[in-house]
């Protein structure tokens, strides 16, 4: 059975832990030039609203200089919920840490949320906070700035090798593709193990919209159809389906917009459920080069409870079983159970069986991917360019643009196509994992999106 009240708690658990890594990493980001002078303007603090939840953020600033933070005095300001899995022992030292943050911008004010840019040593980020009825912090968030500053982009290949050269120093597989698309097919311009497979994690999910816009041109479905959320088919962030009501729909489109834009995986498992697993295997055997890692296609429900209950024991006798074995248990699963919130916390300390139990393409897969689903429909276009994953590109330059990410502890994935206002396409794939430890994340990300707008930018001109 599925227990709401702890579901609820996993996903503060989980968007804690979450957060608390990026607010680390975000806080320490940026170097400072030899004299000490951090490039810019000295930032300057503002008023903090005297609301009951700008009070609770001033108290948690004013704290920040007056640790440590004892049990009861935590007990006045904290929510037992935001305690029970963020206890006090593990607050001081990321409190410690954030010593000297200020507020430079009030970004949202509602009566019981706040959200505030933020500075500390030489990074910008943002903080969330909410309080409960009793006005005691519930939540309390830190995330990277909505605008991240990425590196300069390479403006040659040898440059792009040697920036993929440091990021596989900390990493086990890298893989990189930039191609052209010429009359259909993928034409490589530079690759790096463009032909090898690795996991990719949601970035699977453009296969489920490919095969969701077969079924609409062989009129099986259409994308106003409605599909409804029911309790056996949600799964867990990200995505905001799995909080709606059982018995809500939304339209096909919808959810595929949904599950590409905010990689939502109850809207995955929907589109999935409503079009049949086989439908995403023909898919999946048509384009890649080899299918056979990916099936039987694991759904987000499984993909969670393989990796989150019973963990090792369930995954490995998934892993070890038949092909037949393994359709059988798909085949009879039902609904996904809440997982423990010791297994949470395991989880996002290091990877888990990425080698074993994920969704494998090539950035030669993804690449042909792209190019069958160019021109398929408005629909596709329109849910594959919500946004795209940061790119510093000249927006006049480009028609479409086109992203889908993908990552879990140890694997991270970003995949682009753009179209050039002359009408040509270029498609750019990076793939980075590593089985024993988990990835920086939060310097790979602009350090992939700078090599891949200079790709992009190569491409076009030439060079």
């Not at 609770?56 to 005095?73: A, C, G, R, T």
């Not at 707008?453 to 060079?463: I, L, P, Q, R, Y």
Request: contains cysteine; glycine residues 6%.
């Amino acid at each position: 059975m599925r227990d709401h009240a702890r579901l609820a708690r996993w996903r503060m658990l989980f968007a804690a832990v979450l957060a608390v890594t990026l607010a680390l990493t975000a806080c320490s980001g940026g170097a400072e030039s030899d004299d000490g002078d951090t490039g810019g303007d000295e930032p300057v603090a503002v008023d903090i609203p005297q609301t009951p939840v700008g009070e609770k953020l001033q108290w948690y600033l004013d704290k920040l200089e007056s640790l440590p933070l004892e049990k009861e005095e935590a007990e006045q300001h904290f929510a037992q919920t935001f305690l029970d899995q963020v206890p006090v022992a593990d607050l001081n030292p990321i409190m410690s840490d954030m010593r000297g943050t200020i507020v430079t911008d009030i970004l949202d004010d509602e009566p019981s949320r706040l959200r505030a840019e933020a500075f500390h040593g030489t990074g910008d980020f943002h903080i969330i906070i909410e309080i409960d009825s009793d006005s005691k912090i519930e939540t309390l968030l830190f995330l990277p700035p909505d605008d991240m500053d990425l590196p300069a982009s390479p403006t040659s290949w040898d440059e792009v090798d040697a920036r993929l050269d440091s990021i596989a120093a900390d990493s086990e597989n890298v893989g990189f593709l930039a191609a052209d698309i010429d009359e259909g097919e993928c034409q490589a311009v530079h690759e790096s193990s463009a032909a090898i497979m690795q996991p990719v994690g949601s970035v699977f999910k453009i296969f489920v919209l490919h095969a969701v816009e077969q079924a609409v041109a062989a009129g099986d479905i259409t994308w106003d159809d409605h599909i409804e959320i029911t309790e056996d088919i949600r799964s867990l962030p990200s995505g905001e389906l799995q909080d709606r009501q059982a018995g809500e729909t939304v339209t096909v489109y919808q959810a595929a917009e949904l599950m590409i834009s905010i990689s939502d995986n109850t809207a995955t498992d929907m589109l999935i459920d409503l079009l049949g697993r086989d439908a995403v295997e023909a898919q999946v055997a048509a384009i890649a080069a080899d299918a056979d890692p990916n099936l039987p296609l694991i759904d987000t429900r499984v993909f969670f409870d393989l990796k989150l209950n019973d963990y090792p024991a369930a995954l490995e006798a998934y892993v070890n079983s038949s092909s037949a074995e393994k359709e059988a248990f798909l085949d009879s699963f039902e609904a996904l159970d809440t997982p423990a919130d010791a297994d949470i916390l395991a989880w996002t300390a290091e990877p888990r069986a990425i080698d074993t139990l994920e969704w494998f393409f090539s950035p030669e897969d993804i690449c042909a991917a792209y190019v069958a689903m160019v021109g398929e429909s408005e629909e596709v276009n329109s849910a594959m360019s919500v946004h795209d994953g940061g790119l510093e590109l000249a927006a006049e330059d480009w028609s479409t643009l086109w992203f889908k990410g993908g990552n879990e502890p140890g694997v991270y994935a970003h995949t682009h196509l753009g179209i050039d206002t002359d009408g040509d396409g270029y498609i750019v794939v990076a793939m980075v994992n590593n089985s024993t430890a988990l990835l920086d994340e939060q310097t790979l990300t602009p350090e992939l999106l700078s090599i891949a707008t200079g790709s992009f930018e190569m491409m076009k001109s030439g060079s």
